[in-house]
């Protein structure tokens, strides 16, 4: 998942962290658009022809489905073709942006199955795989008896249980500013302020506008508490492509906090 991943536990071995680590690369195996022979590259190759995927899969299509429907397609897995062009520092062309769309993902749940529409299209899964990923490292250690955890994929973060004598894990925020308190909860925070490319004197985030096809010029990040990783992390990056007002619109009833650095 091109990032750093820290796990800290409360426990008498170092088992349960190892078991935690191999899901994480497990997941990153079957996940990775970097990777030619992800589960996902895979079924990017096919076209109109419904593919079984994995559970795993699935569950990140499916949720994405319903962001991108929630959203009016401001987030969008299908961006691929754009976010690929971007990563050489490219902006992308008309017929780059035909390949684009949520829509051209069919999706079966009662067979599992998977289906993309066009040819060329290709699917990024950068901005819910790293909270899911998370999610299952902490549903790992609880299996093995870890209840006190903490997961970070770089923003991505997901709690267990506090540590011993605490109310919840101390979690610095940025770049709001200030700490919370986490516990049996996912944080994760979006914008633009790390990654991004310079094109033709422009900086653009790595969080493309799919009715533009650019990256996002503002500079606003996003921060959300949730649940879990899984609604956390593509929240904070639907957020952040909706803006403040019609993010918090959709959102502000659907997670525990929603906090807004707006463009300076
Ligand atoms: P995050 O760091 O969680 O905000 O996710 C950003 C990543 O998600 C980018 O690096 C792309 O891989 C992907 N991405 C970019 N724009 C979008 C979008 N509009 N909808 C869904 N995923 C996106
Ligand atoms: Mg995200």
Redesign the pocket.
């Known amino acids: 998942m091109g990032t750093l991943v820290r796990i800290t536990i409360y426990s008498e071995n170092a088992g349960p962290m190892r078991a935690a680590f191999r899901r994480i690369a497990e997941l990153d195996e079957t996940l990775s658009d970097y990777k030619p022979d992800s589960e996902l590259n895979k079924l990017c190759r096919t076209v109109s022809n419904p593919v079984k995927v994995s559970e795993d899969l699935f569950r990140l299509l499916e949720a994405s489905e319903k962001l991108s429907r929630l959203t009016d397609g401001?987030?969008?897995?299908t961006?691929g073709p754009v976010?690929h062009l971007w990563r050489l520092g490219k902006t992308p062309d008309v017929e780059t942006m035909t390949r684009v769309g949520w829509r051209n993902l069919v999706l079966d749940k009662r067979h599992r199955t998977a289906e993309l529409k066009l040819a060329g299209m290709q699917l990024?899964l950068?901005?819910i795989a790293?909270g899911y990923a998370a999610d299952e490292a902490l549903k790992t250690l609880r299996r093995l008896g870890v209840q006190r955890a903490l997961i970070a994929l770089s923003?991505d973060i997901v709690a267990g249980d506090a540590p011993p004598g605490t109310k919840g894990w101390r979690v610095g925020l940025e770049p709001a500013g200030g700490e919370i308190l986490l516990r049996n909860a996912a944080v994760s925070t979006?914008g633009d302020t790390e990654?991004f490319r310079d094109i033709g004197g422009v900086r653009y985030s790595?969080?493309?506008d799919?009715k533009t096809g650019l990256g996002l010029t503002s500079a606003i990040a996003v921060t959300v508490v949730a649940r879990r990783g899984l609604e956390a992390?593509p929240i904070?990056?639907a957020v952040?492509?909706m803006g403040e007002e019609r993010g918090r619109k959709v959102f502000e009833r659907r997670v525990r906090k929603l906090i807004v650095v707006a463009p300076r």
């Open positions: 401001a987030f969008d897995i961006i976010t990024d950068g901005a790293k923003g979006s990654q790595h969080i493309i799919p992390d904070a990056t952040s492509v």
